[in-house]
């Protein structure tokens, strides 16, 4: 296994002193938007994913995550962030012409839900692909439970420039293959961004707050929280409460030791805790009274089920699972999982969020990337769970290099790294939107009131409304502005051919003779499939 030593200042010098810096713009770009559909009433819709958006199991842009009525929304990758965001806005426009009198809660924590038994789990036909999607989210139900699961969020997908990839492996005098060099610098981004992504939380986090509905299947940990109010609690200082222990941050999976140190390393430990039972999901069952509870007993049913901030992604293809995607062909791009969705942008993420993660990103690919170890895993969940309850809080020190270190302080350095990166990726921008975007974090550093979460809390308060009450209302708003945004002929036409063949590919799917599902799911795990 190899690490690179070389600083982020060096990379960079010998990329100007070549004239290769340009190679560093142009990355892709993509984004997965997830949004609970709610009825004007602010009650999780239980209507099916309507057909008039498309199949869920076939559409390549309109899908569902875990419920019926969590709908995600994907774009393609650009370059260009701007064509990103204007795909996002065209699916937008393009749903809602097609939700009736139903909306899209526009924060990240739900509303409208009372217990696991309101959140409908996803459907995706009578195909055996579909029943193992369905089956996989009942899994999930046994182990986690549902509520945890209708919250929502947006993942950012982004791929370092292709040109890039031999001049940093002619620079590195890398004696690897240029297919693993790229393999091995993923990781090396995956593992920096790991040690700071509670930045993200702190800048970007924006679920301080949580209906106290949401604790209806899971009350005694109502006790953690302050009441904001009759029908809130929150934490005072919280950023991120979507990203902490009572959220994402499953403590099931809390020992699992994921390898970040290389690929097959990765791909070696993820495979072991999908083969490896679990005696307390043992007792659940997988097959009871003739109905699948879960896809298998095991630590994970499948890949998916790890929650991490930032995954090596690889496109699967048929009937391959992803981590031999990733064994097969290398990793194609990374995964950002950790970001809430914006309330106060209609389409959940300001551009400026876009520019800043893109040019953090590169940052974390550029700097030194030491392996990690066991402690450092520890390390990093502890100041993510920090960030996420309590980032705001004046004083706050995260722990580092073996001691702590003000947060405020750290935020300041990670922000210095990267001015030369944005400045590289500001040349072809007239209005140097990187550094902007630079700026406007850096104002959130030295003043934690503007910052998303803590935007939140201070509206709620000047309106004196409830987290529901707030949500359903920017939401409503959010409604309108689509409504009479309506898409022009052709990019609708485009959406509804789309909407048609999504629907022929499914019926063509489910039109092929099926293997008995419990001989299609032992080819899919052991990869005998055609």
């Known amino acids: 296994m190899t690490h690179f030593t070389n600083t982020l200042s060096a990379r960079l010098g010998q990329l100007h002193a070549n004239g290769l810096e340009n190679l560093l713009r142009g990355g892709l770009k993509g984004i997965e938007k997830e949004s609970l559909r709610i009825g004007r009433d602010g009650i999780i819709a239980h209507t099916p994913h309507p057909y008039e958006l498309g199949s869920a199991l076939t559409h390549p842009y309109i899908t569902t995550d875990y419920s019926e009525a969590l709908i995600e929304l994907i774009t393609p990758p650009f370059a260009d962030i701007q064509d990103t965001l204007a795909y996002l806005q065209h699916i937008h426009q393009f749903v809602y012409a097609h939700l009736d009198q139903e909306i899209l809660l526009g924060t990240s924590m739900p509303c409208g839900i009372s217990g696991d038994d309101s959140i409908p789990i996803a459907e995706y036909g009578s195909s055996n692909v579909g029943k193992m999607k369905h089956i996989y989210r009942h899994?999930?139900?046994?182990?986690?439970?549902?509520?945890?699961?209708?919250?929502?969020?947006i993942h950012f997908n982004y791929s370092v420039p292709e040109a890039l990839w031999p001049v940093l492996h002619r620079q590195e005098n890398s004696p690897l293959s240029l297919a693993d060099f790229i393999a091995t610098s993923y990781f090396g981004l995956i593992r920096n961004f790991q040690r700071v992504g509670w930045l993200i939380l702190y800048l970007f986090g924006a679920s301080p707050a949580i209906c106290k509905s949401f604790f209806n299947s899971r009350p005694e940990l109502m006790a953690q929280f302050e009441q904001f109010d009759?029908?809130?609690?929150?934490?005072?200082?919280?950023?991120?409460l979507r990203m902490s222990d009572i959220g994402y941050k499953s403590k099931n999976q809390a020992n699992l030791k994921i390898d970040y140190n290389s690929l097959s390393g990765y791909v070696d430990s993820l495979s072991q805790a999908i083969n490896t039972p679990y005696p307390e999901y043992e007792a659940i069952g997988t097959v009871v009274?003739?109905?699948?509870?879960?896809?298998?007993?095991?630590?994970?049913?499948?890949?998916?089920?790890?929650?991490?901030?930032?995954?090596?992604?690889?496109?699967?293809?048929?009937?391959?699972?992803?981590?031999?995607?990733?064994?097969?062909?290398?990793?194609?791009?990374?995964?950002?999982?950790?970001?809430?969705l914006d309330i106060f942008h209609p389409l959940g993420i300001e551009t400026d969020t876009a520019h800043f993660i893109e040019a953090l990103l590169l940052t974390c690919l550029l700097t030194d990337s030491p392996f990690m170890t066991e402690q450092d895993h520890t390390t990093n969940n502890s100041n993510q769970l920090a960030v996420a309850h309590a980032g705001r809080k004046p004083g706050l020190e995260l722990a580092k290099n073996g001691g702590t270190v003000p947060l405020v302080d750290w935020a300041y350095e990670i922000l210095a790294a990267m001015q030369p990166v944005c400045a590289v990726l500001d040349a072809d921008h007239t209005h140097a939107p990187y550094s902007t975007a630079l700026k406007t974090q850096h104002a959130k550093v030295d003043n934690?009131?503007?910052?998303?979460?803590?935007?939140l809390l201070a509206t709620m308060r000047e309106r004196s409304q409830a987290f529901a009450g707030f949500a359903i209302a920017q939401s409503s708003e959010y409604a309108h502005y689509f409504h009479d945004q309506p898409l022009d002929a052709a990019t609708n036409q485009a959406f509804l051919e789309v909407v048609a063949q999504s629907h022929a590919k499914q019926q063509a799917i489910e039109n092929q003779p099926q293997l008995p599902f419990d001989e299609f799911l032992h080819r899919y795990f052991t990869q005998t499939c055609s």
């Not at 899994?139 to 969020?153: N, V």
């Not at 009759?230 to 991120?240: D, E």
């Not at 981590?323 to 950002?336: F, I, P, Q």
């Open 448 to 455: 934690p009131k503007l910052t998303a979460s803590a935007r």
């Open 139 to 153: 899994g999930l139900w046994h182990r986690y439970g549902r509520t945890m699961q209708a919250i929502a969020g």
């Open 230 to 240: 009759g029908h809130t609690l929150y934490h005072p200082y919280a950023t991120s």
């Open 289 to 340: 009274d003739g109905q699948y509870r879960q896809l298998n007993s095991h630590i994970l049913q499948i890949e998916n089920e790890f929650y991490s901030t930032i995954r090596p992604k690889q496109i699967a293809q048929s009937c391959e699972k992803p981590t031999v995607a990733l064994k097969r062909r290398g990793v194609r791009y990374v995964e950002m999982r950790s970001l809430d």
